[in-house]
């Protein structure tokens, strides 16, 4: 490929970045993920397993809420968890005397600074990273320099559009086919880094979980997917208990004899909270609080209890063994047929215990849906060397992430959709790429790409 898009960015967007590379969001991020060794070591050399890395918060105090570890004596502790890039951060921010901060059980930062107290607290734990993670710290440093944000509505075109739509079909192809082999090249080095901290098939369950997750519920799915590892989901006996465990610890279960639902939702609900009563202990400690869901932005149809029903779904083990071996095996057609074939005897009709019934019966995983997953799941985590999955992606149908490619189209190219010849599947996650590295990154008067293109 003529365009050395990756090398480029290496040299541009991440020298023109303001500001510590390794900051506070990227060590956020490396925490959710949970991509360092498990046990963790602690500044006393304490050994402790982290169950449940918390829930990220946006808002204000601390940086994850209710996570869960098991201490080196065996006792499981549950708290929340701060993380800061210097371990005197915590006493420059003030936090030992911020009531918001009080139930703060884990302090985890890059390096402890040497000769400063390092436990603000007998109850907290420090936790120095420096030396525990499961990938190099460049590879996760180049991954998440650029936390996705909202989508931005009302995109107009931008400055370099005119000079994109002036290059042929086929070079136009070949700048957003380079830009979509880098995007899928980042998800690569993610997938490596979950499969060496959790293993190939958690790695897969935790992919398919944001994947179902939308835009909107994508960390929670992810943290669900965490809380509940596909390990436990396939000892389990019934689909009824698989999905009574993911709904309970989604905290999406309500308790029927003390909500008012439908009649319809009533036989179900029932069902599968007499199966989480027993359980719901065990658990508690990973169980989701019900303010990270975003229930009323989606459609009905992208309901999260319809995408629980699907996640449910593959876990069961004869549907989960046939989908992986076509993940690993870099299978699009098994792969897609069986995220179409996807399908609940309730859910299939409703979006909600209330009991709305769906205006037609609709798949729990739409075709957009399902082929978005292909580049989402199966490109980052088969076995296939890159020259064969290359050659088979071009048969791949393009589709997926409408909202978010439109803006894209409009901002680059002018148009709401890519010209129909330059369509690939690569071509399209391209687009997105280019978007998200530079058009959601600043403005159009401080990018280097028009003279990146007006140069090659
Ligand atoms: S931000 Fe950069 S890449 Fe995006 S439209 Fe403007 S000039 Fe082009």
């Known amino acids: 490929m003529g365009l050395p898009y990756r090398r480029w960015i290496r040299e541009n967007l991440l020298r023109e970045e303001p500001g510590p590379i390794l900051s506070e969001s990227i060590l956020q991020r490396i925490w959710f993920e949970s991509l360092f060794r498990n046990p963790l070591k602690t500044l006393s050399g304490e050994l402790i397993t982290l169950r449940q890395p918390g829930f990220w918060n946006h808002r204000a105090g601390p940086d994850f809420l209710h996570a869960s570890f098991l201490a080196g004596d065996g006792s499981v502790i549950t708290g929340d968890v701060e993380i800061h890039r210097h371990s005197s951060d915590w006493d420059a921010h003030r936090h030992s005397s911020n009531p918001a901060y009080r139930n703060v059980v884990l302090h985890v930062f890059w390096q402890a600074d040497p000769a400063i107290s390092d436990t603000p607290s007998i109850q907290i734990r420090p936790i120095a990273l420096e030396h525990q993670l499961a990938a190099p710290l460049t590879e996760l440093i180049s991954l998440f320099h650029a936390t996705p944000g909202e989508i931005a509505g009302g995109e107009k075109p931008g400055r370099c559009h005119q000079i994109l739509l002036a290059l042929s079909s086929d070079q136009l192809r ?47 799915f992810a943290s669900l997917a965490r809380a509940v590892p596909i390990a436990d989901l396939l000892q389990l006996p019934t689909r009824l208990d698989r999905e009574s465990l993911l709904y309970g610890v989604a905290g999406l279960l309500p308790d029927p004899t003390r909500t008012k639902c439908s009649p319809r939702a009533l036989p179900l609900l029932k069902e599968l909270w007499s199966r989480w009563w027993p359980h719901r202990e065990t658990w508690s400690d990973r169980v989701l609080p019900h303010s990270c869901w975003r229930m009323g932005s989606t459609r009905p149809n992208n309901s999260p209890l319809r995408r629980m029903a699907a996640l449910s779904f593959f876990s069961d083990p004869p549907t989960w063994q046939g989908w992986i071996d076509s993940v690993r095996r870099g299978e699009s057609d098994n792969f897609l047929n069986t995220l179409k074939s996807a399908s609940h005897s309730f859910w299939d009709q409703h979006a909600g215990w209330d009991g709305r019934i769906l205006s037609s019966p609709s798949r729990l995983v739409g075709l957009d849906r399902a082929t978005a997953l292909l580049f989402q799941v199966l490109a980052p985590l088969t076995e296939l060397p890159e020259d064969e999955l290359d050659r088979r992606m071009k048969g791949w149908p393009p589709g997926g992430d409408a909202g978010l490619l439109r803006s894209a189209s409009v901002r680059l190219l002018s148009v709401p959709f890519p010209p129909p010849d330059v369509r690939s599947h690569l071509a399209r996650e391209g687009l997105l790429q280019i978007y998200k590295d530079f058009c959601r990154a600043k403005p159009c008067g401080d990018c280097s790409m028009p003279e990146f293109l007006n140069n090659r």
Not at 196 to 217: M, P, Y
């Open 174 to 220: 070949e700048v957003l086919e380079e830009a979509g082999w880098h995007r899928l090249r980042q998800r690569r080095v993610l997938a490596t880094a979950r499969i060496s901290a959790h293993g190939f098939e958690q790695a897969v369950w935790v992919a398919l979980a944001e994947g179902l997750g939308f835009s909107e519920n994508r960390e929670p």
